[in-house]
């Protein structure tokens, strides 16, 4: 099996394991964190070695040439190529380019993007897994607070056809009910 093709099957199995995620009003940041625990523990799960913030073969632009920038996770495999992993909200060239540059180094890329806009598939070899989360303002519009229900998730039933009206409400704990014989029972004296 190819890079493209293992990296393929890596990601539809990361997207089976993201499916399951839900949260409520997180942050960017929170989010990010979230889903780079998730995808470590996945990765664990699988019996690989994580690395976060694992060094990068991209340089980074002076004046920090002489560094290497990072990747958010890099896993090591007892069998097959190392897999490495960027997760993002945004659409940047930069995570691209840093992507495309582990796969020729032989890694398999494997980019995690999430946010409420269409998520367009990264170029050959990069796999993408898309991952879909709504978003509101948040307090004061100062920041944007993020949500998601996982895919086990099932939405309320649609409502019957039934007109609603107003009525009389019996009163469920009076003595008698109207309209029929009231009825003791010896029972009630105890």
Not at 110 to 135: F, N
Not at 151 to 177: C, K, N, W, Y
Request: glycine letters at 6%; hydrophobic letters at 40%; charged letters at 25%.
């Amino acid at each position: 099996m190819d890079h493209a093709e293992e990296g393929a099957r890596i990601a539809a199995d990361l997207t089976g394991w993201l499916a399951r995620l839900a949260f409520t009003d997180q942050t960017t940041n929170e989010v990010t964190n979230l889903l780079i625990d998730s995808v470590a523990a996945w990765a664990m799960a699988q019996g690989w070695r994580v690395y976060r913030r694992a060094a990068s073969v991209m340089p980074l632009p002076p004046p920090y040439a002489h560094r290497k920038s990072i990747v958010d996770l890099g896993c090591a495999r007892p069998a097959g190529a190392p897999v490495v992993v960027e997760v993002d909200h945004s659409d940047r060239r930069r995570t691209i380019e840093k992507l495309r540059l582990e796969a020729e180094a032989g890694r398999i890329p494997i980019w995690v993007r999430w946010g409420e806009r269409g998520l367009e598939p990264a170029p050959a070899p990069i796999a993408t897994v898309a991952l879909h989360v709504s978003s509101r303002p948040g307090p004061g519009r100062v920041g944007r607070l993020h949500s998601r229900s996982s895919a086990t998730h099932r939405p309320a039933p649609m409502h019957s056809g039934t007109e609603i009206r107003a009525a009389e409400q019996v009163d469920l704990f009076a003595t008698t009910v109207p309209d029929s014989p009231a009825q003791d029972d010896p029972a009630d004296d105890r």
